[in-house]
């Protein structure tokens, strides 16, 4: 069956701009995560859903960055006045519920913040 | 909270040789430990995982790793490595009432022929 999706797989934006990452998770699967891979770093968790609920965003870096997930299904990353540092590699995974302890991911989308 | 050290940021190795990545961890409560892998502009794929029970778990491609509590490590062990074996290996941990993964920083393998 198909796996996570993630789209763009590439974006290259400007300082300053707004950006959306999509990620359709796999069919069925109401635990949605996001991580963030910074160069030669490993994954770090951002926020998580439970159905259309955010039930953790205690990852989330400061104010511009936001998620939603509004039908349960697909989720969008959204990231205002992007920064030089914002630049990585944003991981979406899904499981079938948050008790299941294995995360699907996805391949990702590369952001790079000129 | 918890966290992750891989100790070897790059393992070379020769085709067939063994091999073996480490991973210590360390948390004040019970954890699930997982190694990933991550080939080229691919996304992460389970290896194998170590939830309770016996303390030698087995995952695909032939890799197996331990989790030895007294010294809270995890290392991922493969008898024979294949050039396909070729990739970013990542540790990683998760508090059972938590549902967040801790990553290390990865090691990454390269086998030579």
């Known amino acids: 069956g198909a796996g996570v999706s993630q789209t763009p797989s590439n974006k290259v934006t400007e300082k300053g701009k707004y950006v959306e990452l999509r990620c359709d998770p796999i069919s069925g699967h109401t635990a949605l995560y996001w991580y963030r891979q910074s160069l030669g770093q490993g994954p770090e968790f951002l926020i998580y859903?439970?159905?259309?609920?955010?039930?953790?965003d205690s990852g989330l870096p400061n104010d511009r960055f936001f998620a939603v997930r509004p039908e349960g299904s697909v989720s969008t990353l959204k990231i205002q006045r992007t920064e030089r540092g914002d630049s990585a590699v944003y991981l979406c995974a899904s499981s079938p519920s948050v008790n299941y302890n294995e995360q699907f991911f996805g391949p990702g989308t590369r952001l790079t913040v000129l | 909270a918890q966290s992750v050290t891989q100790l070897d940021s790059q393992v070379p190795v020769f085709e067939e040789a063994p091999v073996e990545l480490r991973c210590n961890y360390s948390?004040?409560?019970?954890?699930?430990l997982f190694w990933y892998v991550q080939y080229p502009n691919q996304g992460l794929q389970l290896l194998l995982k170590y939830l309770s029970g016996s303390t030698l778990v087995k995952g695909i491609n032939g890799f197996e790793a331990e989790f030895n509590k007294s010294q809270t490590s995890f290392h991922l062990r493969k008898p024979s490595v294949h050039i396909s074996d070729t990739a970013e290996y990542f540790c990683?941990?998760?508090?059972?009432?938590?549902?967040?993964?801790?990553f290390g920083k990865g090691t990454l393998l390269t086998v030579n022929p």
């Open positions: 990683a941990v998760m508090r059972g009432s938590n549902y967040k993964l801790t």
């Open positions: 948390s004040s409560v019970s954890v699930y």
């Open positions: 859903f439970q159905g259309t609920g955010a039930a953790d």
